[in-house]
Protein backbone atom coordinates (compact mmCIF):
# COMPACT_ATOMS: atom_id res chain seq x y z
CA UNK A 1 0.00 0.00 0.00
CA UNK A 2 2.66 2.20 0.53
CA UNK A 3 5.01 3.64 -1.94
CA UNK A 4 3.89 4.52 -5.43
CA UNK A 5 0.98 5.66 -4.30
CA UNK A 6 2.77 7.73 -1.19
CA UNK A 7 2.64 10.60 -3.51
CA UNK A 8 0.61 14.25 -3.71
CA UNK A 9 -2.12 14.62 -5.78
CA UNK A 10 -4.19 11.45 -4.47
CA UNK A 11 -8.00 11.59 -3.14
CA UNK A 12 -6.60 10.37 -0.34
CA UNK A 13 -8.63 6.67 0.96
CA UNK A 14 -7.63 4.26 3.78
CA UNK A 15 -5.20 2.20 1.68
CA UNK A 16 -3.77 5.48 -0.52
CA UNK A 17 -2.34 7.93 2.29
CA UNK A 18 -1.62 11.64 1.32
CA UNK A 19 1.22 13.76 2.44
CA UNK A 20 0.04 16.96 4.26
CA UNK A 21 1.68 19.82 6.50
CA UNK A 22 0.94 17.42 9.82
CA UNK A 23 2.00 13.92 8.44
CA UNK A 24 -0.28 11.54 6.48
CA UNK A 25 -3.93 11.49 6.09
CA UNK A 26 -5.97 8.72 5.32
CA UNK A 27 -10.11 8.47 4.47
CA UNK A 28 -12.50 6.11 6.08
CA UNK A 29 -15.53 5.91 4.34
CA UNK A 30 -18.93 4.85 6.10
CA UNK A 31 -20.48 1.60 5.00
CA UNK A 32 -23.97 1.93 3.66
CA UNK A 33 -23.89 5.46 4.92
CA UNK A 34 -23.23 4.28 8.46
CA UNK A 35 -19.87 4.06 10.79
CA UNK A 36 -21.08 1.91 13.58
CA UNK A 37 -20.39 3.02 17.51
CA UNK A 38 -17.68 0.13 17.74
CA UNK A 39 -16.23 1.77 14.13
CA UNK A 40 -16.33 4.93 15.70
CA UNK A 41 -14.35 3.81 18.84
CA UNK A 42 -11.83 2.23 16.71
CA UNK A 43 -11.28 5.23 14.43
CA UNK A 44 -11.38 7.68 17.93
CA UNK A 45 -8.59 4.47 19.50
CA UNK A 46 -6.54 4.27 16.39
CA UNK A 47 -6.53 8.28 15.39
CA UNK A 48 -4.57 9.33 19.20
CA UNK A 49 -2.57 5.85 18.81
CA UNK A 50 -1.15 6.52 15.12
CA UNK A 51 -1.93 9.98 14.25
CA UNK A 52 -2.29 13.65 15.91
CA UNK A 53 -6.14 12.96 16.79
CA UNK A 54 -7.47 14.85 14.37
CA UNK A 55 -10.72 13.69 12.61
CA UNK A 56 -12.64 15.92 10.04
CA UNK A 57 -15.87 14.91 8.24
CA UNK A 58 -15.32 15.80 4.57
CA UNK A 59 -17.45 16.96 2.32
CA UNK A 60 -17.80 13.52 0.07
CA UNK A 61 -18.85 11.92 4.45
CA UNK A 62 -16.32 10.59 5.36
CA UNK A 63 -14.08 10.57 7.97
CA UNK A 64 -10.74 12.07 7.46
CA UNK A 65 -7.88 11.44 10.04
CA UNK A 66 -4.74 13.53 10.59
CA UNK A 67 -0.62 13.44 11.24
CA UNK A 68 -0.14 9.44 10.54
CA UNK A 69 3.60 8.77 10.10
CA UNK A 70 4.78 6.62 7.36
CA UNK A 71 4.97 3.65 9.98
CA UNK A 72 1.63 4.21 11.44
CA UNK A 73 -0.39 4.17 7.92
CA UNK A 74 -0.11 0.65 7.88
CA UNK A 75 -1.29 -0.56 11.65
CA UNK A 76 -4.18 2.32 11.36
CA UNK A 77 -5.46 0.33 7.99
CA UNK A 78 -4.79 -2.69 10.01
CA UNK A 79 -7.10 -1.46 13.19
CA UNK A 80 -9.31 -0.65 10.72
CA UNK A 81 -9.57 -3.51 9.17
CA UNK A 82 -10.07 -5.67 12.33
CA UNK A 83 -13.56 -3.48 12.64
CA UNK A 84 -14.58 -4.17 9.09
CA UNK A 85 -13.87 -0.60 8.57
CA UNK A 86 -11.69 -1.45 5.32
CA UNK A 87 -13.67 -0.22 2.31
CA UNK A 88 -11.56 1.14 -0.58
CA UNK A 89 -14.46 0.86 -3.33
CA UNK A 90 -15.88 3.18 -5.65
CA UNK A 91 -17.02 6.83 -3.62
CA UNK A 92 -21.06 6.82 -3.18
CA UNK A 93 -22.18 9.26 -1.05
CA UNK A 94 -25.49 7.92 -0.23
CA UNK A 95 -28.77 9.28 2.08
CA UNK A 96 -27.52 9.43 5.45
CA UNK A 97 -30.58 8.28 7.12
CA UNK A 98 -30.82 5.20 4.85
CA UNK A 99 -31.67 1.87 6.63
CA UNK A 100 -32.91 3.97 9.28
CA UNK A 101 -35.64 6.22 7.96
CA UNK A 102 -38.54 4.86 6.51
CA UNK A 103 -38.89 7.25 4.67
CA UNK A 104 -35.59 6.78 2.81
CA UNK A 105 -36.86 5.33 -0.73
CA UNK A 106 -36.19 1.26 0.34
CA UNK A 107 -33.91 0.31 -3.21
CA UNK A 108 -31.31 3.11 -1.47
CA UNK A 109 -29.09 0.54 0.02
CA UNK A 110 -29.26 -2.26 -2.65
CA UNK A 111 -28.41 0.29 -5.62
CA UNK A 112 -24.96 1.58 -3.63
CA UNK A 113 -24.12 -1.77 -2.78
CA UNK A 114 -24.66 -3.20 -6.60
CA UNK A 115 -22.41 -0.43 -7.98
CA UNK A 116 -19.81 -0.81 -5.17
CA UNK A 117 -19.77 -4.87 -5.85
CA UNK A 118 -18.69 -3.48 -9.67
CA UNK A 119 -14.76 -4.02 -8.04
CA UNK A 120 -13.34 -3.74 -12.05
CA UNK A 121 -14.44 -0.35 -12.58
CA UNK A 122 -11.42 1.50 -13.25
CA UNK A 123 -12.76 4.99 -11.36
CA UNK A 124 -10.97 8.17 -11.23
CA UNK A 125 -9.76 9.21 -7.42
CA UNK A 126 -12.17 11.96 -6.70
CA UNK A 127 -15.22 10.58 -9.74
CA UNK A 128 -18.01 10.08 -7.05
CA UNK A 129 -22.05 8.68 -7.06
CA UNK A 130 -24.88 9.90 -5.49
CA UNK A 131 -27.48 7.96 -4.32
CA UNK A 132 -30.54 10.22 -2.97
CA UNK A 133 -33.07 8.38 -1.50
CA UNK A 134 -34.53 11.06 0.09
CA UNK A 135 -36.50 10.79 3.68
CA UNK A 136 -35.94 13.22 6.16
CA UNK A 137 -32.77 14.71 5.17
CA UNK A 138 -32.39 14.33 1.50
CA UNK A 139 -29.13 15.31 -0.41
CA UNK A 140 -31.28 17.83 -2.68
CA UNK A 141 -29.10 20.13 -4.26
CA UNK A 142 -25.60 17.99 -3.97
CA UNK A 143 -24.93 16.22 -7.53
CA UNK A 144 -22.00 14.39 -7.60
CA UNK A 145 -20.60 12.72 -11.67
CA UNK A 146 -23.91 10.46 -11.37
CA UNK A 147 -26.18 11.36 -9.79
CA UNK A 148 -29.31 8.66 -8.85
CA UNK A 149 -32.30 10.46 -6.98
CA UNK A 150 -35.96 9.13 -5.98
CA UNK A 151 -38.70 11.48 -6.73
CA UNK A 152 -42.33 9.93 -5.98
CA UNK A 153 -41.59 6.61 -6.49
CA UNK A 154 -39.04 6.89 -9.13
CA UNK A 155 -35.61 7.04 -9.73
CA UNK A 156 -33.98 9.95 -12.03
CA UNK A 157 -30.52 9.28 -13.23
CA UNK A 158 -29.25 12.76 -13.18
CA UNK A 159 -32.44 13.78 -13.84
CA UNK A 160 -33.75 11.13 -16.26
CA UNK A 161 -36.41 8.52 -14.82
CA UNK A 162 -35.11 5.11 -15.20
CA UNK A 163 -36.61 1.88 -14.25
CA UNK A 164 -35.18 0.89 -10.46
CA UNK A 165 -33.93 -2.46 -11.90
CA UNK A 166 -31.98 -1.12 -14.59
CA UNK A 167 -30.32 1.62 -12.35
CA UNK A 168 -27.77 0.05 -11.27
CA UNK A 169 -26.22 -1.02 -14.66
CA UNK A 170 -27.27 2.32 -16.32
CA UNK A 171 -25.43 4.07 -13.67
CA UNK A 172 -22.11 2.06 -14.20
CA UNK A 173 -22.39 2.75 -17.86
CA UNK A 174 -22.86 6.33 -17.20
CA UNK A 175 -19.76 6.66 -15.07
CA UNK A 176 -17.19 4.41 -17.34
CA UNK A 177 -18.32 7.20 -19.87
CA UNK A 178 -17.53 10.42 -17.82
CA UNK A 179 -14.04 8.74 -16.25
CA UNK A 180 -13.23 8.83 -19.53
CA UNK A 181 -14.20 12.23 -20.26
CA UNK A 182 -14.67 14.05 -16.88
CA UNK A 183 -16.95 16.89 -16.48
CA UNK A 184 -17.53 19.80 -14.18
CA UNK A 185 -19.73 19.14 -11.86
CA UNK A 186 -21.30 22.83 -10.58
CA UNK A 187 -20.45 23.61 -7.27
CA UNK A 188 -22.32 24.04 -3.97
CA UNK A 189 -23.78 27.39 -3.17
CA UNK A 190 -24.30 26.62 0.67
CA UNK A 191 -23.22 24.04 2.96
CA UNK A 192 -25.08 24.45 6.09
CA UNK A 193 -26.55 21.68 7.78
CA UNK A 194 -29.71 22.00 9.53
CA UNK A 195 -28.82 21.09 12.93
CA UNK A 196 -31.33 20.07 15.29
CA UNK A 197 -33.76 17.01 15.01
CA UNK A 198 -35.50 16.18 11.43
CA UNK A 199 -38.25 13.71 12.33
CA UNK A 200 -38.95 10.85 10.49
CA UNK A 201 -42.93 10.29 8.70
CA UNK A 202 -44.43 8.89 11.74
CA UNK A 203 -42.73 11.60 13.94
CA UNK A 204 -42.27 9.86 17.13
CA UNK A 205 -38.50 8.95 16.23
CA UNK A 206 -35.95 11.14 13.76
CA UNK A 207 -32.39 11.53 13.55
CA UNK A 208 -30.60 14.49 15.72
CA UNK A 209 -27.87 16.45 13.27
CA UNK A 210 -24.66 17.50 15.18
CA UNK A 211 -22.03 19.49 13.80
CA UNK A 212 -18.41 19.85 14.99
CA UNK A 213 -17.02 23.28 14.98
CA UNK A 214 -15.93 23.79 10.97
CA UNK A 215 -16.24 20.51 10.87
CA UNK A 216 -13.01 18.70 12.86
CA UNK A 217 -13.58 16.37 15.17
CA UNK A 218 -11.36 15.43 18.33
CA UNK A 219 -10.66 12.07 18.36
CA UNK A 220 -12.68 12.25 22.28
CA UNK A 221 -15.55 14.02 20.71
CA UNK A 222 -16.06 10.70 18.33
CA UNK A 223 -15.60 8.66 21.49
CA UNK A 224 -18.20 10.15 23.25
CA UNK A 225 -20.42 10.59 20.11
CA UNK A 226 -20.53 6.56 20.23
CA UNK A 227 -21.69 6.29 23.90
CA UNK A 228 -24.38 8.75 22.99
CA UNK A 229 -25.33 6.47 19.81
CA UNK A 230 -25.37 3.77 21.78
CA UNK A 231 -27.92 5.45 24.55
CA UNK A 232 -29.77 7.78 23.03
CA UNK A 233 -30.23 6.20 19.29
CA UNK A 234 -29.91 3.17 17.20
CA UNK A 235 -25.41 3.03 17.27
CA UNK A 236 -25.19 4.08 14.20
CA UNK A 237 -23.56 7.45 13.46
CA UNK A 238 -23.99 8.90 9.57
CA UNK A 239 -21.39 11.37 8.37
CA UNK A 240 -22.82 13.88 5.84
CA UNK A 241 -21.53 16.15 3.45
CA UNK A 242 -22.61 19.31 5.50
CA UNK A 243 -19.60 18.31 7.71
CA UNK A 244 -21.97 17.19 10.44
CA UNK A 245 -23.06 13.30 11.52
CA UNK A 246 -26.28 12.83 12.44
CA UNK A 247 -27.69 10.10 15.18
CA UNK A 248 -30.07 8.23 13.64
CA UNK A 249 -32.93 6.32 15.66
CA UNK A 250 -33.76 8.91 18.17
CA UNK A 251 -37.16 8.76 20.14
CA UNK A 252 -38.48 12.52 20.01
CA UNK A 253 -38.41 12.45 23.72
CA UNK A 254 -34.95 12.11 24.11
CA UNK A 255 -33.79 14.36 21.45
CA UNK A 256 -33.80 17.41 23.86
CA UNK A 257 -31.27 15.05 26.56
CA UNK A 258 -29.13 14.46 22.85
CA UNK A 259 -28.39 17.84 22.17
CA UNK A 260 -27.83 18.48 26.04
CA UNK A 261 -25.05 15.93 26.10
CA UNK A 262 -23.45 16.91 23.01
CA UNK A 263 -23.13 20.41 23.79
CA UNK A 264 -21.18 19.38 26.64
CA UNK A 265 -18.88 17.89 24.64
CA UNK A 266 -18.51 21.17 22.47
CA UNK A 267 -20.26 20.40 18.71
CA UNK A 268 -22.44 22.60 17.99
CA UNK A 269 -26.37 21.56 18.14
CA UNK A 270 -28.20 24.67 17.42
CA UNK A 271 -28.78 25.79 13.17
CA UNK A 272 -28.35 29.26 14.28
CA UNK A 273 -24.95 28.90 15.18
CA UNK A 274 -22.94 31.63 14.11
CA UNK A 275 -19.72 29.15 13.10
CA UNK A 276 -22.16 27.42 10.75
CA UNK A 277 -22.60 30.67 8.17
CA UNK A 278 -18.35 29.70 7.98
CA UNK A 279 -16.98 26.82 5.77
CA UNK A 280 -13.33 26.61 6.05
CA UNK A 281 -10.34 24.15 5.20
CA UNK A 282 -7.70 22.82 7.67
CA UNK A 283 -5.42 25.65 6.53
CA UNK A 284 -1.75 26.22 7.71
CA UNK A 285 0.13 24.80 9.47
CA UNK A 286 -1.46 21.49 9.03
CA UNK A 287 -1.75 22.02 5.60
CA UNK A 288 1.75 22.40 3.45
CA UNK A 289 -0.17 24.65 1.28
CA UNK A 290 -2.16 26.86 3.42
CA UNK A 291 -1.10 30.36 3.99
CA UNK A 292 -3.18 31.39 6.75
CA UNK A 293 -4.38 29.70 9.64
CA UNK A 294 -7.96 29.50 8.92
CA UNK A 295 -9.46 27.88 12.21
CA UNK A 296 -8.22 30.30 14.39
CA UNK A 297 -9.35 33.01 11.56
CA UNK A 298 -13.20 31.38 11.46
CA UNK A 299 -13.17 31.61 15.15
CA UNK A 300 -12.35 35.53 15.55
CA UNK A 301 -14.89 36.05 12.33
CA UNK A 302 -17.81 34.15 14.15
CA UNK A 303 -17.55 36.75 16.46
CA UNK A 304 -18.99 39.34 14.38
CA UNK A 305 -21.38 37.32 12.27
CA UNK A 306 -24.94 36.65 12.91
CA UNK A 307 -27.85 34.22 12.04
CA UNK A 308 -28.50 34.45 8.38
CA UNK A 309 -25.28 36.15 7.24
CA UNK A 310 -24.53 34.79 3.86
CA UNK A 311 -21.96 32.58 3.48
CA UNK A 312 -18.86 32.91 3.72
CA UNK A 313 -15.61 31.03 2.71
CA UNK A 314 -12.16 31.17 4.46
CA UNK A 315 -9.36 29.01 2.17
CA UNK A 316 -6.03 28.35 3.35
CA UNK A 317 -5.03 28.97 -0.28
CA UNK A 318 -6.04 29.31 -4.04
CA UNK A 319 -7.09 25.92 -3.99
CA UNK A 320 -10.14 26.09 -2.76
CA UNK A 321 -10.68 22.53 -1.31
CA UNK A 322 -13.60 22.86 1.32
CA UNK A 323 -15.65 24.77 -1.30
CA UNK A 324 -16.21 24.28 -4.69
CA UNK A 325 -18.62 26.74 -5.25
CA UNK A 326 -19.12 30.10 -4.92
CA UNK A 327 -19.81 31.93 -1.84
CA UNK A 328 -21.37 35.74 -1.26
CA UNK A 329 -17.46 36.32 0.65
CA UNK A 330 -14.38 34.42 -0.02
CA UNK A 331 -11.26 35.28 1.80
CA UNK A 332 -8.23 33.08 0.12
CA UNK A 333 -4.98 33.36 2.57
CA UNK A 334 -2.06 34.88 0.59
CA UNK A 335 1.44 35.17 2.58
CA UNK A 336 -0.50 35.36 5.96
CA UNK A 337 -3.15 38.10 5.00
CA UNK A 338 -6.44 38.10 2.84
CA UNK A 339 -7.36 38.15 -0.89
CA UNK A 340 -11.30 39.88 -0.73
CA UNK A 341 -13.27 37.88 -3.23
CA UNK A 342 -17.30 38.87 -3.70
CA UNK A 343 -19.71 36.34 -5.14
CA UNK A 344 -16.83 34.09 -6.21
CA UNK A 345 -14.62 31.63 -5.11
CA UNK A 346 -10.73 31.48 -5.42
CA UNK A 347 -9.11 32.88 -8.58
CA UNK A 348 -12.13 35.30 -9.21
CA UNK A 349 -11.38 38.76 -9.12
CA UNK A 350 -10.48 39.94 -5.60
CA UNK A 351 -12.07 43.07 -4.41
CA UNK A 352 -8.47 43.74 -2.85
CA UNK A 353 -5.48 42.14 -1.55
CA UNK A 354 -3.16 42.00 1.12
CA UNK A 355 -5.43 42.38 3.79
CA UNK A 356 -5.64 41.82 7.66
CA UNK A 357 -8.15 39.76 9.16
CA UNK A 358 -9.64 42.78 10.78
CA UNK A 359 -9.54 44.54 7.48
CA UNK A 360 -11.55 41.74 6.43
CA UNK A 361 -14.52 42.27 8.90
CA UNK A 362 -14.52 45.51 8.47
CA UNK A 363 -14.87 45.50 4.62
CA UNK A 364 -17.26 42.76 5.26
CA UNK A 365 -19.58 45.12 7.77
CA UNK A 366 -19.24 48.33 5.74
CA UNK A 367 -20.42 46.61 1.94
CA UNK A 368 -23.99 45.19 2.55
CA UNK A 369 -24.50 41.68 1.04
S1 LIG B 1 -7.36 25.04 0.21
FE1 LIG B 1 -5.12 25.06 0.27
S2 LIG B 1 -4.65 25.28 2.43
FE2 LIG B 1 -6.74 24.60 2.33
S3 LIG B 1 -6.62 22.38 2.49
FE3 LIG B 1 -6.68 22.91 0.29
S4 LIG B 1 -4.52 22.98 -0.32
FE4 LIG B 1 -4.59 23.11 1.94
Not at 130 to 159: E, K, M, N, Y
Not at 174 to 190: H, K, M, S, Y
Not at 247 to 255: L, M, N, P, S, W
Not at 358 to 363: I, R, Y
Request: aromatic residues 4%; charged residues 20%.
Amino acid sequence: MMGADLKRGWCPSLLRPMESGDGWLVRVRPRAAVITAVIARAVAGAATRYGNGRIEITNRANLQIRGLRPETVEPFAAAMEAVGAADDGPAILVSPLAGSDPGVAAETLDLAAAIARASGLALPAKFGVLIDGGGALPLAGLSLDVTLRAAGGRWLLDGAEVAVEDAAARALALAEVRACAPRQVAGRTDTRPALGFHPYGDGRQGAVLLAPAFGQLQATQLSSLADLAERLGDGSLRPTPWKSLAIAGVERRDEGLLRDLARQIRLMTEPDDRRLGIVTCVGAPSCSRGEVETYAAAESLALSRHEGDPLLHLSGCAKGCAHPGPAEVTLVGENGRFTFIRRGRPGNEAVAHGLTLAQCAALMQSVPA
